[in-house]
């Protein structure tokens, strides 16, 4: 597609320094999630009694938000050395966090490689991310996969809002599922 019209000069050093702030700012979620991650690491949080309600408090995050960051963090350590560059965003990380990091080097790289009209899109990356999923999870599941099954159902279980008519009950329905599958000891 052809451009309309050409800027002026003045139109042009204002699209350069939106686009440095833009730059930036896609930087920012990675060293925020190496900041959270090492609070997180070294305690500097105990004077709000545990990491989530220091995020919560501190910052207004929500567990997982603060998670996602810190996830986000790990990803772009993994890939940043693929030729193909590192995701943009953090909607990009988070379908590759739950991969190892050799299935998210080869994620990333499968997902610039296949992007449509090469645009890298989050929604991209978490169809490639996928395929790997479905390769690399055994019949026989081992026994810390039921943390990430907890983290990804409570992260699911955030995105009800507040006022929705039907929050009430979706917490029922939750609490019933946790009474009828705890374990008795």
């Known amino acids: 597609m052809e451009p309309q019209t050409k800027l002026t000069s003045i139109e042009e050093s204002e699209l350069v320094r939106l686009e440095s702030i833009i730059e930036k ?35 207004g995050y929500a567990r997982t938000t603060a998670y996602y960051l810190i996830q986000s963090c790990k990803v772009i350590e993994n890939v940043q050395h693929v030729e193909q560059g590192s995701p943009s965003s953090l909607r990009q990380t988070i379908p590759l966090s739950g991969l190892t990091p050799p299935q998210q080097q080869e994620a990333w790289k499968k997902a610039v490689d296949t992007a449509p009209e090469g645009k890298v899109t989050a929604k991209h990356v978490e169809k490639t991310a996928k395929e790997f999923q479905k390769v690399s999870v055994p019949k026989e599941r081992p026994p810390e996969y039921g943390l990430r099954y907890a983290q990804m159902a409570i992260m699911d279980l955030e995105k009800i809002a507040d006022n929705d008519i039907y929050r009430d009950q979706a917490i029922t329905m939750v609490k019933e599922w946790i009474q009828n599958h705890e374990r008795r000891s």
């Open 25 to 59: 700012g896609q930087q920012t979620f990675v060293e925020v999630g190496a900041a959270l991650m090492e609070i997180k690491d070294s305690g500097l949080y105990k004077q709000h009694g545990t990491f989530e309600q220091y995020c919560k408090e501190r910052w």
